[in-house]
Nanobody, 122 residues
Framework: VQLQAFGGGLAQAGGSLRLSCAASGRTFNGYTTGWFRQAPGKEREFVAAISWNGGRTSYADSAKGRFTISRDNAKNTVYLRMNSLIPEDTAVYYC????????????????WGQGTQVTVSS
């Protein structure tokens, strides 16, 4: 599975962005998809994950109530809607996929996209 994340950019604090993760190579169906982020000088951290059929989701505490993960398997795309952005959300955001269910660890995902930069100004 090849993944491509896009939709990042510059936003003001309190604003919104929607990230997309498009899959190619084989069907996205059957894969849990997760979003991670990595800020400069920090380790890559879990943000959110969604099961292969969209029936289950999981969020990091920092994302709960502000971010929403969703998917459209017909379009082979997973989305991360980010509202009420804060400067601490500034990072490179990566999408990842694996057949395991709702992993929260980097090691639990086999396939990774290239990342998209999100910058939130105060």
């Amino acid at each position: 599975v090849q993944l491509q994340a896009f939709g990042g950019g510059l936003a003001q604090a309190g604003g919104s962005l929607r990230l997309s993760c498009a899959a190619s190579g084989r069907t996205f169906n059957g894969y849990t998809t997760g979003w991670f982020r990595q800020a400069p000088g920090k380790e890559r951290e879990f943000v959110a994950a969604i099961s292969w059929n969209g029936g289950r989701t999981s969020y990091a505490d920092s994302a709960k109530g502000r971010f929403t993960i969703s998917r459209d398997n017909a379009k082979n795309t997973v989305y991360l809607r980010m509202n009420s952005l804060i400067p601490e959300d500034t990072a490179v955001y990566y999408c990842a996929a694996d057949r395991r269910v709702l992993g929260k660890s980097v090691d639990e995902y086999r396939y990774w996209g290239q990342g998209t930069q999100v910058t939130v100004s105060s």
